[in-house]
Structure formats: structure tokens, C-alpha cells
């Protein structure tokens, strides 16, 4: 989803929330979520997954769409290269 669309269907009321999304590296992309759904938030010269460097980054930048939830996921590829979605595993911090 462009960023464009992302102002545009949030002044129609249909975002829900924001997740940004940690992943390796210190990278965070977004999502909006619609009707359950995550959309990546992309730019809309590149086309390409806005990256932010912090979760407190990508706040500021979603502000401007008013009072709607941010939240922080983490990642699937970050757990998998920890082991933390391995039930099998000690990696476990335990």
C-alpha cells in the first residue's frame, strides 16, 4: 500500500492500526492494518517498504494520521534465527 493510500483510507475510517514490524538489523517497516488485514506501507516514489531505524521513527512519522494504535511485532525472521519459534529449542532465555 502507498503511503498515499494509506492517508487516503485512513481519512475514510478504515485503518485500524499500525504495526511496525522489527526486523534484523535495527529495521522496522509498517503495516496498515484494514479489516483485519496488514498491508506494507510503501513509498510512493520507490514503491519499495518504508524503513524506519526506530520504533520511536516510525511514531513520529504515523502521528499525523491521528489517534490510531502503533503497535511493535516482532519479526518471524528474527525468531527463527534465535530459535524462539523452535519449540525444540533451549535458546529459550531459560
Keep these: 500500500m502507498k503511503y498515499s493510500d494509506l492517508t487516503l483510507e485512513n481519512l475514510r475510517g478504515h485503518v485500524e ?3 511496525v514490524l522489527s526486523n534484523e538489523g535495527d529495521i522496522y517497516t509498517a503495516q496498515a492494518v484494514i479489516q483485519g488485514i496488514g498491508y506494507t506501507i510503501e513509498s510512493r516514489v ?3 517498504p518504508i ?6 521513527e516510525a511514531k513520529r512519522e504515523f502521528r499525523q494520521l ?3 494504535p502503533i503497535t511493535l511485532e516482532s519479526g518471524a525472521v528474527h ?3 534465535v530459535g524462539e519459534d523452535d519449540p525444540n529449542s533451549v535458546a529459550k532465555g531459560h
Excluded at 524503513?51 to 520511536?56: G, K, T
Aim: charged content about 15%; overall charge negative; hydrophobic content about 50%.
Design 46 to 48: 520507490t514503491g519499495l
Design 17 to 19: 492500526a499500525i504495526n
Design 79 to 81: 525468531d527463527e534465527m
Design 66 to 68: 491521528g489517534e490510531l
Design 51 to 56: 524503513i524506519f531505524h526506530s520504533f520511536v
